[in-house]
């Protein structure tokens, strides 16, 4: 399969859009945590950018190799095949909870109206003619459009800054050691363990010690938006109403009135939510349809992705009933799914690899070898 290129900067932008995309509107967190739950949020971050740190040192050891080579390289081709359809199975399931979020939210707040599917299939055939003309590309768009996303967020942020009661966050500490753990757990899971698809891009930047400062920094910028959820969402409606609303961010955009004629700026947060979320959904289309292509030998993805993109269309209708259920898959059944590969499955293939002796080590080590045997032959 031919080799596509991105520059450190195009993967600071799609790491700051893959952790937004989605988890900017979910707020969990407030539910279990409620007035700590910006403290949960901060840790997790802090464990997200050890998953960085993980991951830029399991792709800095094989330079230029996706998650199915690095696999392949270190467990062998059978074992890490399995492995390696965890991951693309991993990838589908995301991608279907991606599109259901997004057709949750339209079809729940914004256009109550229009079906459910018209939503869930326009968003698929759309990330699919963006995957299809490659990753490069839609890093192109992420490049282009996050800097804008960037500013919406800051812009809401400042906007509705004077509506803060900082008495909804006191008194601190107050949830227990329990619920602030539920919280640490619940947000590593997502959206920073999720990371583990990045695997599948990162390789592609051309200069490898420029991938943990993108990696790092990205994850520091929309780690700081994702502590701002619960502090903003709890300090204008306090932690109880907080906690009963599905999607607490928009209405907190929706809030924001200035003066008295700048009002309903929640479109900011639709259009950045929405871009987020499109980049995430071409994130898990990329990582599943590029395992596959390693997987059965393929040359080329582009014949795959429209079919996939209609596959994965029913998936994301039937991930879930209704948005009801959101939540409590988040807390309690995708830190399962998520956790063991990024603090078990990770940190083994790190050993692995430094176990194993690297390309320059081999190298060296065969002429060696050489060099004795002809040392031994006879005259």
């Known amino acids: 399969m031919q080799k596509e290129h991105i520059s450190s900067l195009q993967l600071f932008c799609l790491t700051i859009s893959f952790n937004l995309g989605t ?24 464990l997200g950018m050890i ?9 800095s050891k094989f330079p230029g ?31 279907a909870f991606v599109l259901n979020n997004i057709e949750s939210l339209f079809s729940t707040v914004i256009i109550p109206e229009t079906p459910r599917w ?27 459009v996050t800097p804008l996303v960037v500013l919406a967020f800051s812009f809401m942020v400042l906007a509705a800054a004077p509506q803060l009661n900082f008495n909804y966050l006191r008194p601190f500490f107050a949830a227990g050691f329990v619920n602030i753990s539920k919280v640490v757990i619940i947000i590593t899971a997502f959206p920073y363990g999720e990371m583990i698809l ?10 490898t010690k420029k991938i943990l400062p993108a990696l790092l920094s990205g994850t520091a910028l929309s780690g700081f938006f994702l502590i701002l959820r619960p502090v903003y969402a709890i300090g204008i409606f306090g932690a109880h109403e907080a906690a009963q609303l599905n ?15 700048v009002e309903r700026v929640e479109i900011l947060l639709v259009f950045a939510w929405f871009f987020t979320t499109f980049i995430k959904l071409a994130v898990c289309m990329l990582a599943s349809l590029w395992g596959l292509a390693y997987l059965f030998n393929l040359k080329d993805i582009k014949g795959l992705v429209y079919p996939f993109s ?70």
């Not at 900017?24 to 949020?41: K, M, S």
């Not at 998953?51 to 792709?59: A, E, R």
């Open 23 to 46: 988890a900017i509107i979910l707020t969990p967190a407030i539910r279990y945590g409620e007035r700590d739950a910006w403290l949960g949020n901060t840790i997790a971050t802090g």
């Open 51 to 59: 998953i960085s740190l993980m991951l830029y040192l399991l792709i």
């Open 65 to 95: 190799k996706n998650l199915g080579e690095i696999l392949t390289a270190l467990l062998g081709p059978l074992l890490g095949k399995v492995i390696l359809s965890g991951f693309i199975l991993y990838a589908i399931l995301l991608g």
């Open 118 to 144: 018209v939503f869930a299939l326009t968003m698929s055939l759309a990330t699919g003619f963006v995957v299809a003309k490659g990753l490069e590309v839609a890093a192109r768009c992420c490049h282009v």
């Open 198 to 207: 990045l695997s599948f891009l990162a390789p592609q930047v051309q200069d």
């Open 247 to 261: 999607f607490p961010v928009y209405f907190v955009a929706r809030s924001i009135v200035l003066g008295e004629f």
């Open 310 to 379: 209609l596959f994965l269309f029913p998936l994301g209708l039937r991930a879930y009933a209704d948005h009801t259920e959101v939540e409590p898959l988040v807390a309690s059944v995708w830190p399962l799914l998520t956790l063991p590969q990024v603090f078990v499955l990770l940190p083994f293939l790190l050993l692995l690899s430094r176990l194993k002796p690297g390309k320059k080590k081999r190298e060296q080590l065969k002429k060696r070898q050489k060099f004795l045997r002809i040392q031994k032959k006879p005259g």
